[in-house]
């Protein structure tokens, strides 16, 4: 068979290795870190569990595909339970919405709470809908890169502003066009958070995320979120694939335009096919310095980073759900401060998650694990150590007043998550969570191709490529990069 090197084991890097494991490749893959998952790792003691980065879990008939596709039957491996509430949100005036599953049952709360007809919320999910089922056709299930005539930025343009839907604007002013109400829009204006851009910036096409966890739901994994990495680990295993953690890859070797093998310390290690699952930036700066890059491409604006604190909390709160935002008063100014000054404002919107809620153990008797992220812009040297314990106060005094006990002294497990180890945990360029950011329609679209122009033989999956990051996207991703092999190896 064929030899395949696959470097790095994040989800994307994990579901390439078993999708030419079962093409027939003979695959190995370098893992720097101890562990399978990347992003998608662990946090915690023997008595609170955390998951160290996703937390919300749509399209998991991605992962049943992947495993059939690999021969294999799903729930074998994977198994997850579909949610009937899809979030908490709360607002400083003491404002609550419960967004259920059920759509006709979320817009009658809106109606009840917010006095906005329940039609309003329907038709804005239903052309949710029509708009993601036209985007993942035409730009997120193959390699756009290879259908020359839509890279054409005209052509690229007019199909994504789709005026006839009025989505030439940012998706807040759709948001805003669509359904006036300041709560709702800012309700919807999160959803660009789902892909690390702000929602005053990033095109109006982002209007069919919610589509995915209102349309379609979202879903929980037996065992945690973890585990998706752990399933695909084993069905890799299973599928012969070989691995080498707390192995990082050096350098990328290349010949005459190809790229032929990888090197670790003082061995090398050749192949047919290497697939980076590494940050593209980084691949290019590091395992390849000497090789041309796509200067353009490795400049595009970065999607925002995070800071997330791990608390294990001796107390249980009935009021709360898997889910839960604590949205600030002031939006526009929370994304002006991440984007524009580069820092995280005085308000920010706080995403609290606590998959003890889900009964799985993951915190004693009593008690809960709380996952709070609050967005943030990408490293580029800030004052971390000034930032974070400031940051830290207000999410107390925030969730203190909302909640009306004091958290501090309910604390008694803590740790925490910033810019600068999500860099340097997973090489991700300036910690951002999901490669090259969205604000820009182009970018958005337009990211690195899951091959390269440069040296045959090299391919790239993950976040920081097309189709984008994510779960699902990398998902996605996988499946056209270990398609795209197939398809110039065969014969
Ligand atoms: P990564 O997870 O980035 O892993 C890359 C791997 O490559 C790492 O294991 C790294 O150690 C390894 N590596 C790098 N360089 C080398 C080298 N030179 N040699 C060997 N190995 C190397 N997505 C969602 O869908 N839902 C969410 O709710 C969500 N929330 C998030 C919250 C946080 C805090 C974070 C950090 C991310 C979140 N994401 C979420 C995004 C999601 O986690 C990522 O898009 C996805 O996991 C990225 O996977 P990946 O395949 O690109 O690889």
């Known amino acids: 068979a064929n030899k395949a090197i696959v470097i790095g084991s994040g989800i994307a890097g994990l579901a390439t290795a078993a999708r030419l494991a079962s093409k027939g490749y003979q695959v190995q893959v370098f893992e720097a870190s101890a562990q399978p998952g990347g992003k998608l790792g662990l946090i915690g003691d023997e008595r609170y569990r955390f998951d160290s980065g996703p937390s919300l879990f749509t399209l998991p008939q991605l992962i049943d595909q992947l495993i059939h596709d690999c021969g294999r039957e799903p729930r074998d491996y994977f198994n997850y339970y579909q949610k009937d509430t899809a979030c908490h949100y709360f607002w400083p005036d003491g404002t609550f919405i419960k967004a259920y599953a059920d759509k006709e049952a979320f817009a009658e709360e809106v109606q009840s ?35 020359k005539s839509y890279l054409h930025r005209d052509t690229l343009a007019s199909i994504i502003r789709m005026p006839r839907l009025g989505l030439g604007g940012s998706l807040h002013r759709y948001n805003h066009k669509m359904l006036q109400h300041p709560k709702l829009v800012q309700l919807f204006d999160r959803f660009a958070t789902y892909n690390g851009s702000d929602p005053f910036q990033t095109p109006g096409v982002m209007s069919s995320i919610p589509h995915l966890e209102h349309n379609i739901g979202t879903f929980y994994p037996k065992g945690g979120m973890h585990q998706i990495a752990r399933s695909i680990y084993q069905l890799a295993l299973d599928l012969g694939v070989e691995f080498h953690f707390n192995t990082k890859v050096e350098r990328i070797l290349s010949k005459n335009a190809k790229a032929y093998a990888v090197q670790v310390g003082n061995e090398i290690h050749e192949a047919d096919v290497i697939i980076s699952n590494m940050d593209v930036v980084p691949t290019y700066r590091y395992l390849m310095p000497q090789e041309k890059a796509p200067e353009k491409t490795l400049q ?38 991440i984007f524009q000054e580069q820092t995280i404002g005085d308000d920010p919107t706080i995403y609290l998650n606590i998959s003890s809620k889900e009964g799985e153990g993951d915190a004693p008797e009593g008690c809960e694990n709380w996952f709070i992220l609050i967005n943030a812009p990408g490293n580029t040297g ?42 340097s945990r997973t090489s991700s360029y300036q910690g951002s969570l999901y490669g090259a950011g969205s ?48 398809e110039d190896y065969a014969n």
Request: hydrophobic share 40%; glycine share 4%.
């Open 113 to 147: 709470r917010l006095q906005v007809p329940a039609q309003k919320l329907l038709s804005y999910l239903k052309r949710s809908a029509f708009i993601y089922r036209y985007t993942e056709k035409v730009f997120l299930r193959r390699s756009l890169h290879r259908f």
């Open 439 to 486: 604000n820009d329609t182009f970018s958005a679209f337009l990211r690195h191709p899951n091959f390269s122009r440069y040296l045959q033989g090299l391919y790239f999956c993950g976040g920081s490529v097309h189709p984008g990051g994510g779960i699902p996207l990398c998902l996605m991703g996988a499946e056209i990069t270990a398609n795209l092999i197939e």
């Open 300 to 337: 595009q604006e970065r999607s925002s980073s995070a800071l997330i604190f791990y608390w294990g909390i001796k107390k249980e709160f009935p009021q709360l759900d898997l889910h839960n935002i604590f949205f600030s008063a002031d939006y526009e100014q929370e994304f002006k401060a």
């Open 382 to 423: 800030q004052d971390w150590d000034a930032l974070i314990p400031k940051v830290r106060r207000q999410v107390l005094d925030k969730l203190s007043a909302s909640l009306n006990v004091d958290i501090e002294s309910l604390i008694e497990y803590e740790d925490y998550l910033d810019p600068r180890r999500i860099e």
